[in-house]
């Protein structure tokens, strides 16, 4: 079992920054990749960023070059630098842990960008 906390996020004018962070604890050792995704409203859920042990990471389209996905193994956390923010990145953020077996979620975070 891995239980994923998420801080940061709130509201902020376009063009500015945000940092999430998200905390694991339990079951650490089965985590192969971590990362974000996010939901707006009355849209599906959208991946937009992962990163593995090994630290390689994958990107939404829209998002490259002004997000940057990050991991300290030794905090067992992950960060979502935000950088250059859009009305169109206003969402709800979920942070994610993969196991081989499982997919754990955080409880999500809200970014609200204002134009």
């Known amino acids: 079992q891995v239980t994923l906390v998420e801080s940061g996020g709130g509201l902020v004018q376009a063009g500015g920054s945000q940092r999430l962070s998200c905390a694991a604890s339990?079951?650490?050792?089965?985590?192969?990749?971590m990362g974000w995704h996010r939901q707006a409203p009355g849209k599906q859920r959208e991946f937009v960023a992962i990163?593995?042990?090994?630290?390689?990471?994958n990107y939404l389209d829209s998002v490259k070059g002004r997000f940057t996905i990050s991991r300290d193994n030794a905090k067992d956390t992950v960060f979502l630098q935000m950088n250059g923010l859009k009305p169109e990145d206003t969402a709800v953020y979920y942070c994610?842990?993969?196991?081989?077996?499982?997919?754990?979620w955080g409880q999500g975070a809200q970014v609200t960008v204002s134009s």
């Open positions: 994610l842990a993969q196991t081989a077996t499982t997919t754990y």
């Open positions: 339990g079951s650490i050792s089965s985590i192969s990749v």
């Open positions: 990163i593995t042990t090994d630290g390689r990471t």
